[in-house]
């Protein structure tokens, strides 16, 4: 159980173009699911919380205009990188929980390139 | 601000030598520091919750244990496949999201 789908898995974009990521609670509900970024060997950084129903909480630095964040269903969250440039090349990676004191459920990551 | 530190941040070992990883955390009021494996590409998988001091969880060769201070997560025996990037990270009171440590490269030589 607690099964977390994110797609596409990569993504290559030109420069100046947008790139929506999707991320999936297949066999449970998640009212509350995270989006991370994680640069080579680095650890993973959290970009914003994203709520069902409601708007995303972003952590400080990240550019809310730049990172749409929507959460229209208990299962679906999505990530639009919007005019993406070449440092947004990245690995986001999705999560959520079950709630309470139960662990984060990743995503297998979606990888960034951006030309 | 919470801070989460692990050591080494890497470690090569032959197959069967045990050892250990450190995770070093300071917090405002810990409500649980969870381990996980992360392979290369991959998105972090789940390995242990830890709630309180003196707390141990063991699955097959690895083991975590828990202090006001630190965690150790305990590998015994390795083999090749447990080669990974081991994480840990601490949620706090009053928020459920998860800060990460740098995580430990772990390279198991056959």
């Known amino acids: 159980g607690a099964v977390v789908s994110q797609h596409p898995s990569w993504v290559i974009c030109k420069s100046g173009t947008s790139v929506k990521i999707e991320c999936r609670s297949l066999?449970?509900?998640?009212?509350?699911m995270f989006w991370y970024r994680q640069f080579p060997k680095q650890s993973l950084m959290l970009m914003a919380t994203?709520?069902?129903?409601?708007?995303?909480?972003?952590e400080q630095g990240v550019e809310k205009d730049k990172f749409l964040i929507n959460h229209a269903s208990l299962t679906l969250s999505t990530l639009t990188v919007t005019s993406a440039h070449p440092e947004d090349s990245s690995f986001y990676i999705c999560?959520?929980?079950?709630?309470?004191?139960?662990?984060?459920?990743f995503g297998n990551g979606t990888r960034l390139t951006v030309t | 601000e919470d801070q989460v530190t692990q050591s080494p941040e890497a470690l090569r070992l032959q197959e069967g030598e045990s050892s250990s990883l450190n995770c070093s955390y300071t917090v405002s009021g810990l409500r649980g520091l969870f381990w996980y494996r992360q392979d290369p590409g991959k998105g972090p998988e789940f390995l242990f919750t830890l709630y309180s001091a003196g707390e141990e969880k063991e699955k097959e060769r690895l083991k975590a244990t828990l202090t006001k201070k630190e965690s150790f997560l305990h590998i015994t025996a390795p083999k090749p496949e447990d080669s990974a990037t081991y994480l840990c990270a601490v949620r706090v009171f009053g928020n459920e999201k998860l800060t990460f440590g740098t995580g430990t490269r772990l390279t198991i030589i056959p």
């Open positions: 994203s709520n069902e129903g409601s708007k995303a909480t972003y």
């Open positions: 999560s959520a929980s079950l709630g309470g004191d139960s662990p984060l459920h």
């Open positions: 066999d449970f509900q998640a009212t509350t």
